[in-house]
């Protein structure tokens, strides 16, 4: 009962701390933030003419209770779960304020309890107003930066309010010069602004409207407690009255979104995946100016802002920790000036190691095929290493013109430390080289070292040029074009009745053949006939076909081999000539061609030998024929 | 004249004034050194003099104070005042009880803003005017003066307007008779301490008088000494400022080691008793020091003080000796001032 009761008292006194568990915004700056003024007549008390519950203000509780923090807590709803915290000090340039803030930063914004939201950052009237030093509005903007990145340093938005005018200057020109370059900050920086120049003009004085003002040259009051409004008028130092903080929260309550920002939807990670520090994405949400990561149910350290996470409406985070192999969640959600957002549903992933990378063995080297492209191929299987968290293997056959054969093997084909696979799919003659890949549901390791490896089949076929027409030799030679592939040649020489004459086998290529083409002369034939010449190549793959159609070329019988001139051997006029003559022998050159008849007319055919150079009325061709045309 | 005093010792274990105390007063404090200094407060000023002497002076609305000097017989203040589409130049000069206002220089350029008076006084007699005009705060360039004792001589250039900003405009006389003018002036990166030294009737080209750097350097405060001069400022490295000491002998610059602390700034020189004194405030814990250099700037003794405002107090050695820094109390008329005591330097 007594520990209950403690608990109980515990409680209470934590729920009614400001502090406790809060969403937390700081109002920072000078002492339009603290909500304080000093009259005329009064040294060194600070007089707050816009305060609740009381005039000492320095006391934390009474500056919460000054200014438009006061009124923002009491918008924000105040108490426990919204805590504007009035951190705002009179006289302070933004030199000042820029070492103070640091410390400020760390006794509010460093974690638990509760959240800094945002800081509303309103600073340099007092640098254009020299009271140190004037800074210029280069150097007010240079601090206001810096704090700027205090905060965003801490994950804390910034909402960056240019500065009140200052009396008598009339015509603004002192006071544009700082609001500009700080409204030129917000927008270097994605900072929401409040420009309270027009809301707080009229037509005076070149936009200044003395019911916003307090009339502090006027005022006597009776010191640090005498809370008495001294009115308005036009002696001050910018200070705001009352009326002039309700129009400046009313910008600020303007800056502020409606609500916070709705809950994201996840994108990924989801499912299975393979990187222990995987981007996180989600698309963003309107209004949302912040993210934050929850993953296993632990929120990260840090916020991120959407300005600089967020493209084309995506967002995407890596927060750089690895996280361990198996299941994990995750969530994200938004914040911007008016809190925190709801936490987006469970996301659910499982992260897989990585397997190794196999290491391929064979297929390696040169392969004979009898028949590509026609499976089973002699060089199958394909065989590799087994590497660490891998269940399925990606193989890849590529040629010149890319990958030729794609196909996928679980780890069944693995035994001991040995994967093999068989695609069962023939390859074409050519080069090649395969890689495997292995993977699992997560995730890819990285492709093996190629393996290059060559299929070569039979050769193609032989074309047989020679000898063709008619010859006298009886051992003629044999030419023929390359086949493609062939390391040796086959021939055979056919008669006309279809009777293999010769034959010759296993010639190699390499010394028949030259410059693309073969020649071999064989042995002599039977007999004077007709023959076909044909050939086929061969290589370790088998044999090529046999060339079709074939040559064919005749033997005939040289009878006379005496060298003679022409004349003599056909005495002019030629009486009912033979139709061929046959002459061996050497001839020497012709009579005139005159001296020659034929008697009937016909044709007369003398085989030489030789070579005889043609005219008119003869002509040789090119296997030593001599042709007599009869006239 | 009611005087409210605290007297505290400046250890290590510091103790902050009263909440009610806190906070600080209205305004700005001017300090001429010497226990001659102006407290602004709205269109009045209160003027407290080495002998103790209080007087306040009306002041038109929409006055900034910048300087007050000891003349012959009284003081000089000089401030800017706003009107209705531009900032002119005031010059006050007191004697006698008497107020008499001096003319402004000319402006031939029909500037709409001047501002950031800095009295040249040698010999106790106001000899030259320096001051920040322009068409606006960040076309600014730096004008000087001659002041015969009757009327101002043509109006000289000291620095054409630059890429920005020109601002806190200070000076000094130095022994030989050459004057010097410091000022903070954008140069395109930050703000940056230059200065420019007249001799033989020529203002020198303003030079840097620091090393070069990307970050703000600001407020500059500068003395005469018997051998130059010193001056301060305060110096950001990106996350927060210190006040730097820098000594001006043979025509040169040197930075002196002494300085103040990480989050020191707004440093202000004055003449002590034979030695000057270095006032600067630190805002985390809040507090303000007093060092006591020699006129080459090597410290000699330091006076901190815990004290939550602000605002400059004005600073005196009661006694001749004892550091005293002042601030208004609730009653305008009735100070509130803290004796702090000199440790020896660490």
């Known amino acids: ?631 | 004249m009611k005087v409210t005093t605290h007297k505290l010792l400046a250890t290590a274990a510091l103790v902050l004034l009263a909440a009610s105390a806190a906070e600080a007063q209205l305004g700005r404090t001017v300090d001429a050194g010497g226990g001659l200094y102006l407290q602004q407060s709205f269109d009045r000023a209160l003027i407290r003099e080495p002998s103790g002497k209080a007087s306040e002076l009306a002041l038109p609305p929409g006055t900034t104070l910048y300087r007050i000097e000891p003349l012959t017989g009284g003081w000089i203040v000089a401030g800017e005042l706003d009107a209705l589409g531009r900032s002119d130049l005031l010059l006050l000069r007191g004697e006698s009880g008497a107020r008499t206002p001096v003319p402004a220089p000319p402006n031939p350029d029909e500037h709409p803003m001047r501002g950031n008076p800095v009295p040249l006084v040698e010999r106790g007699e106001l000899v030259a005017l320096a001051w920040i005009a322009g068409p606006g705060v960040m076309q600014s360039a730096v004008y000087a003066s001659l002041w015969s004792g009757v009327d101002w001589s043509p109006v000289e250039l000291v620095s054409p307007a630059g890429p920005g900003t020109q601002i806190a405009l200070t000076g000094a006389v130095l022994a030989d008779g050459s004057w010097l003018l410091l000022w903070s002036a954008y140069d395109g990166t930050d703000d940056e301490i230059v200065w420019s030294r007249r001799e033989a009737g020529a203002w020198s080209a303003p030079e840097r008088l620091h090393e070069a750097n990307d970050k703000p350097d600001i407020g500059p405060s500068v003395i005469a000494t018997g051998r130059g001069a010193l001056a301060a400022w305060s110096s950001s490295d990106g996350t927060t400022y210190r006040v730097k000491l820098a000594g001006f002998e043979n025509g040169a610059w040197r930075e002196l080691e002494i300085a103040g602390p990480r989050g020191s700034v707004h440093p202000t020189l004055t003449h002590g008793d034979g030695s000057v004194l270095m006032l600067y405030r630190t805002v985390v814990p809040p507090t303000w020091t007093v060092h006591e250099l020699g006129e080459r700037g090597q410290p000699l003794r330091q006076a901190v003080v815990a004290h939550e405002s602000t605002f400059r107090p004005g600073l005196a050695l009661e006694s001749g000796t004892v550091p005293t820094l002042e601030w208004p109390g609730v009653e305008v008329a009735t100070p509130v001032r803290v004796e702090a005591e000199w440790r020896a330097e660490p």
């Open chain 1, 1 to 631: 009962m007594k520990r209950h009761l403690l608990l109980g008292m515990l409680l209470t006194l934590a729920a009614g701390s400001p502090l406790a568990a809060a969403n937390r915004w700081l109002v920072y700056g000078d002492s339009i933030s603290a909500g304080t003024s000093w009259p005329a007549n009064c040294g060194i008390c600070p007089v707050i003419f816009d305060c609740t519950g009381g005039c000492d203000h320095n006391t934390q509780a009474t500056r919460d209770q000054c200014g438009h923090a006061r009124r923002l807590d009491t918008w924000l709803g105040g108490g426990t779960a919204n805590y504007v915290k009035n951190e705002g000090v009179g006289g302070e340039d933004t030199a000042q304020g820029l070492i103070r803030f640091p410390t400020e930063m760390n006794n509010n914004c460093a974690g638990s309890p509760g959240e800094c939201i945002a800081v509303l950052l309103m600073h340099g009237t007092n640098d254009m107003a020299a009271t140190m030093p004037p800074v210029s509005p280069e150097s007010a903007r240079d601090n206001l930066s810096a704090m700027i990145d205090v905060a965003k340093g801490r994950n804390v938005d910034v909402l960056l309010m240019s500065i009140v005018r200052k009396v008598y200057d009339m015509n603004n020109t002192k006071w544009l010069a700082y609001r500009n370059l700080i409204l030129e900050l917000a927008s270097t920086k994605n900072l929401q602004s409040v420009d309270p120049y027009t809301p707080l003009c009229n037509d005076n004085w070149a936009c200044y409207n003395r019911n916003y003002w307090v009339d502090q040259a006027n005022s006597v009051p009776q010191g640090p407690t005498d809370c008495t409004d001294p009115g308005e008028g036009d002696n001050n130092l910018g200070h705001l009255d009352p009326d002039g903080y309700d129009v400046l929260t009313n910008l600020i309550k303007a800056a502020f979104p409606a609500s916070a920002p709705a809950s994201p939807a996840p994108t990924s990670p989801m499912g299975d995946i393979g990187n222990t520090t995987p981007d996180f994405v989600w698309p963003d949400v309107a209004t949302g100016r912040w993210y934050e990561l929850k993953v296993d149910g632990s929120p990260s350290t840090t916020w991120w802002e959407g300005a600089a996470v967020c493209t084309g409406g995506i967002c995407t985070v890596n927060p750089g920790t690895t996280l361990s192999l198996g299941s994990h969640t995750w969530q994200v959600r938004g914040r911007n000036l008016r809190g925190l957002g709801a936490w987006s549903a469970l996301k659910n992933f499982v992260i897989w190691a990585t397997p190794g990378t196999p290491v391929g063995s064979s297929p390696i080297g040169t392969y004979h095929d009898p028949d590509p492209p026609t499976p089973p191929s002699s060089w199958e299987p394909y065989t590799w290493s087994m590497p660490a968290n891998a269940s399925v293997y990606d193989l890849t056959v590529s040629n010149s013109g890319g990958p030729v054969l794609q196909q996928s093997f679980t780890s069944s084909v693995c035994a001991g430390s040995t994967c093999s696979a068989s695609p069962g799919v023939g390859l074409a003659q050519g080069s090649y080289s395969w890689t495997v890949r292995a993977r699992n549901p997560g995730a890819t390791g990285a492709a093996s070292a190629p393996r290059a490896f060559g299929v070569v089949g039979p050769p193609g076929t032989a074309t047989p040029v020679g000898p063709t027409g008619e010859l006298f030799e009886m051992a003629p030679r044999y030419e023929w074009l390359e086949a493609p592939g062939a390391t040796e040649y086959d021939l055979e020489v056919k008669d006309s009745g279809g009777n293999v004459d010769f034959q010759a086998n296993g010639l190699l290529a390499s010394s028949v053949c030259s410059g693309g083409g073969c020649s071999y002369v064989g042995t002599v034939l039977s007999d004077p006939d007709g023959y076909t010449f044909n050939v086929r190549g061969r290589n370790a793959a088998g044999a090529g076909p046999l060339s079709s159609p074939g040559v064919d070329f005749t033997i005939i019988e040289c009878v006379d081999d005496t060298p003679r001139d022409l004349h003599e051997l056909q005495p002019s006029p030629i009486v009912n000539p033979p139709k061929e003559v046959v002459y061996c022998g050497a001839l020497s050159a012709p009579v005139s061609m005159s001296t020659y008849t034929v008697e009937p007319s016909g044709d007369l055919t003398i085989h030489t030998r030789d070579g005889f150079t043609a005219f008119d009325g003869f002509s040789v061709n090119s296997g030593g024929k001599l042709t007599i045309r009869s006239p």
